[in-house]
Nanobody
Framework: QVQLVESGGGLVQAGGSLRLSCAASGRTFSSSDMGWFRQAPGKERELVAAIYSSGGTTWYRDSVKGRFTISRDNAKNTVYLQMNSLKPEDTALYYC??????????WGQGTQVTVSS
């Protein structure tokens, strides 16, 4: 079983940066694909970025390409989301998730990111 705890969210002005961290417990972390999701008020939850267990393959939603970077440190059981050039439309509750099968099986509670104009 994997437990996930997000941190690093907060209030930032447009154009600013934040780095989200997701601390995971469980010996199987290194074999899990990881993803960052977000859900804005009144909208569906969407996958923002993903990183495969190897750490060498990543995926980004078009709207964040060139601005966000996902990375992982298996030695620290942590996955990160570096967010640069933040826009008000990035405002959402951001979730860390782990995929051990074909779906994301484990989820954190989320960390709020608010970007002001």
């Amino acid at each position: 079983q994997v437990q996930l705890v997000e941190s690093g969210g907060g209030l930032v002005q447009a154009g600013g940066s934040l780095r989200l961290s997701c601390a995971a417990s469980g010996r199987t972390f290194s074999s899990s694909d990881m993803g960052w999701f977000r859900q804005a008020p009144g909208k569906e939850r969407e996958l923002v970025a993903a990183i495969y267990s190897s750490g060498g393959t990543t995926w980004y939603r078009d709207s964040v390409k060139g601005r966000f970077t996902i990375s992982r440190d298996n030695a620290k059981n942590t996955v990160y989301l570096q967010m640069n050039s933040l826009k008000p439309e990035d405002t959402a509750l951001y979730y860390c998730a782990a995929k051990k099968t074909t779906v994301y099986d484990y989820w954190g509670q989320g960390t709020q990111v608010t970007v002001s104009s």
